[in-house]
């Protein structure tokens, strides 16, 4: 049973000690398996990862040894050993029960040894300790599931207090003999073992203590400071308590249908400021509350009204009206004649740089400048001129994803129908996505990981059982297949040691195998193993992620499933630098337009047309790189 702690370093160093006890007490040994870091050529989450050459090897050597709280908690090396309790670290595949916070135990990995000598697990094989459902994959054990080596963009930082940003590919997954109070949130042990010195708040220690079933199966393995939990609690707690208290008042009246009219509202403030008037002026009441929250005599019990968005929710609706831009298929053409004749003599040689917007612009989401939105809105506006473009089809091939992608698709279906913004669909996905995991979907003057935010849209659809050989030695093995998904990554091919720089060829290569024979490359001979020349499972939306600059991006390309040949149109790049991205949008009739919802315009401006198969002028835009490409089934 894991120890419930405070800090992250402190956690580290019992799941260290811990799986070095646990390997010691069933006879095991511990394997190390290394990660495999680039340095990126940003300082931004940006996904764009590009790299600035290989890490120096005593650089590298310091990044493995460091906690991996020193690193977003992906660790640089990570030791294990059959049997061994694990906690998963990334909400991976939903359907099959692999998210964050899931407990787990070791039962197998596939591995192979890199360049350095250093093993590197490709994929890990856990058993999940009381799923919420039994899972069932072909050829594995009953709650047995693989995860895959997963690539990330993270800030590690090193002995001297300095921050290096790289890309670091590794399993996502801790040993699980101790976890943060954070992470304890929403469990029920019945033997609760906690560590409450460095709890710093009385929340910290409500968390710790409610993980038990019961007092009897409580542990507290040291002392602690009780004024923490004695001597009261902030001001603006208190006030937050009364509300929340005051608030659970109005709903009993509500049920019971004996609230009076004109109290409740859409907004919290003035609802509890209504209560409170009613309770003191109409009743002539003292305001109920428990003892220990009653105002005193110097509180001030009824707020005053103020004139922000709390209290007025036109105030809201002013604001998005400010910022609101016609969409210019509506605005009438002026009648002046001048105006006419000099816009005949115009040519149709529009470049790049040009402004030009028609009637039939596409149109994407304004920018949020309160709360940075840019990440949702450079996929949304693709995504959205997709759809429109083939509703029939896209429908309902892009409702079944993901709950999240079935909010937006709902939401631009309303948007058609002039009942909802592209604005309004774009934060209730992304309120969505904020309750499901605040720390990775954050609001305000915070960026997001767009590479996550598009892997839990698209969703992680079930791994494939494929059978894979070598063409040298005739080794055979069976590997879980996921390597062309909704969501596809092509970081992992090391393209810039082959001929090949077309996407669809990078993609030809996930489908040949990449993966080094074992046997092979103990005798210094490296030889790839080789999949099925077939495509097992045919996306019908495939998102691929960008990590070559030189890359040619294919706005067509076939590949092969169930001896069908399936041609993959490109409809739209997504760009990112300097902590933001904007995107190219591909209409049907082979027109190109531009979208940034910082500028504040819904109609996107032409872009060049491009004529050259071989050319990569897609590839980059406004000094911004090209990070995701965005393809369909349907052209």
Request: glycine fraction near 4%.
């Given at each position: 049973m894991s120890i419930i702690t405070a800090w992250n370093s402190q956690k580290d160093r019992i799941n260290e000690i811990g799986s070095n006890r646990f390997a010691h007490d069933t006879g095991q040994s511990l394997e190390h398996f290394y990660s495999i870091d680039k340095l990126s050529n940003s300082a931004s989450p940006t996904g764009k990862t590009g790299c600035l050459g290989n890490i120096a090897i005593g650089l590298q050597s310091v990044l493995w040894d460091a906690s991996p709280c020193t690193s977003e908690h992906i660790p640089g090396k990570l030791s294990i050993c059959l049997g061994m309790p694990v906690m998963v670290r990334i909400n991976d595949a939903?359907?099959?029960?692999?998210?964050?916070?899931?407990?787990?135990?070791?039962?197998?990995?596939?591995?192979?040894?890199?360049?350095?000598?250093?093993?590197?697990?490709?994929?890990?094989?856990?058993?999940?300790?009381?799923?919420?459902?039994?899972?069932?994959?072909?050829?594995?054990?009953?709650?047995?599931?693989?995860?895959?080596?997963?690539?990330?963009?993270?800030?590690?930082?090193?002995?001297?207090?300095?921050?290096?940003?790289?890309?670091?590919?590794?399993?996502?997954?801790?040993?699980?003999?101790?976890?943060?109070?954070?992470?304890a949130q929403g469990k029920t042990r019945p033997l609760n073992i906690v560590e409450l010195n460095n709890c710093k708040t009385t929340q910290s220690y409500y968390t710790c203590l409610s993980r038990s079933a019961s007092a009897d199966g409580t542990i507290i393995v040291q002392g602690f400071d009780t004024r923490k939990i004695t001597k009261g609690i902030s001001g603006f707690l208190r006030q937050e308590?009364?509300?929340?208290?005051?608030?659970?008042?109005?709903?009993?009246?509500?049920?019971?249908?004996?609230?009076?009219?004109?109290?409740?509202?859409?907004?919290?403030?003035?609802?509890?400021?209504?209560?409170?008037?009613?309770?003191?002026?109409?009743?002539?009441?003292?305001?109920?509350?428990?003892?220990?929250?009653?105002?005193?005599?110097?509180?001030?019990?009824?707020?005053?009204?103020?004139?922000?968005?709390?209290?007025?929710?036109?105030?809201?609706?002013?604001?998005?009206?400010?910022?609101?831009i016609p969409d210019p298929s509506k605005i009438k053409p002026k009648t002046n004649t001048s105006s006419t004749e000099k816009a005949k003599k115009k040519t149709n040689t529009t470049t790049q740089s040009e402004m030009t917007i028609t009637n039939y612009s596409p149109v994407g989401p304004i920018w949020d400048a309160i709360s940075y939105s840019c990440t949702y809105d450079a996929p949304f506006a693709i995504l959205y001129n997709m759809w429109k473009e083939n509703k029939r089809a896209h429908m309902i091939k892009l409702s079944s994803l993901s709950v999240y992608m079935k909010t937006v698709v709902q939401g631009f279906a309303a948007y058609e129908n002039s009942t909802c913004s592209l604005e309004v669909t774009r934060d209730i996905t992304r309120q969505l996505l904020y309750k499901y995991d605040?720390?990775?979907?954050?609001?305000?003057?915070?960026?997001?990981?767009?590479?996550?935010?598009?892997?839990?849209?698209?969703?992680?659809?079930?791994?494939?059982?494929?059978?894979?050989?070598?063409?040298?030695?005739?080794?055979?093995?069976?590997?879980?297949?996921?390597?062309?998904?909704?969501?596809?990554?092509?970081?992992?091919?090391?393209?810039?040691?082959?001929?090949?720089?077309?996407?669809?060829?990078?993609l030809q290569i996930c489908l040949n195998g990449?993966?080094?024979?074992?046997?092979?490359?103990?005798?210094?001979?490296?030889?790839?193993?080789?999949?099925?020349?077939?495509?097992?499972?045919?996306?019908?939306?495939?998102?691929?992620?960008?990590?070559?600059?030189?890359?040619?991006i294919d706005t067509k390309f076939k590949l092969f499933c169930d001896n069908r040949s399936l041609t993959f149109t490109l409809h739209g790049v997504i760009y990112a630098g300097n902590y933001h991205f904007n995107s190219r949008i591909i209409t049907s009739d082979g027109k190109i337009w531009f979208h940034d919802g910082q500028n504040g315009a819904r109609a996107f401006p032409v872009s060049h047309i491009h004529s050259q198969p071989s050319d990569t002028w897609l590839n980059t835009c406004n000094d911004k790189h090209a990070s995701f490409a965005i393809y369909s089934l349907i052209g």
């Open positions: 939903t359907e099959l029960c692999i998210t964050k916070g899931q407990e787990a135990v070791v039962v197998g990995w596939n591995d192979f040894i890199r360049d350095h000598g250093k093993k590197v697990l490709e994929t890990l094989f856990v058993k999940l300790v009381n799923p919420p459902r039994n899972v069932e994959l072909p050829g594995l054990p009953l709650n047995v599931v693989p995860m895959s080596r997963t690539s990330s963009t993270v800030k590690a930082l090193l002995p001297n207090d300095h921050m290096v940003t790289l890309t670091r590919q590794q399993v996502m997954v801790l040993p699980n003999f101790s976890m943060t109070d954070y992470a308590f009364r509300e929340l208290f005051l608030l659970d008042e109005v709903t009993t009246m509500r049920y019971h249908g004996t609230l009076p009219e004109g109290i409740f509202g859409d907004l919290r403030n003035p609802t509890v400021r209504a209560y409170q008037l009613w309770k003191r002026i109409k009743k002539k009441e003292q305001l109920p509350c428990i003892a220990a929250l009653r105002w005193g005599p110097t509180d001030q019990e009824i707020k005053d009204i103020q004139k922000d968005g709390t209290w007025d929710l036109k105030i809201n609706a002013q604001t998005a009206i400010s910022n609101y605040n720390d990775s979907y954050p609001k305000g003057h915070v960026f997001t990981d767009i590479q996550q935010l598009i892997k839990e849209i698209v969703g992680h659809p079930s791994m494939f059982t494929s059978p894979v050989t070598c063409p040298d030695c005739n080794y055979k093995t069976t590997q879980m297949f996921g390597n062309i998904r909704e969501f596809t990554a092509l970081e992992g091919l090391e393209l810039q040691q082959t001929q090949h720089r077309c996407l669809s060829e990078a990449w993966r080094r024979c074992p046997k092979c490359f103990r005798r210094s001979h490296e030889v790839m193993l080789r999949l099925p020349d077939i495509l097992p499972y045919a996306p019908h939306l495939l998102v691929v992620q960008l990590h070559q600059e030189d890359l040619i």
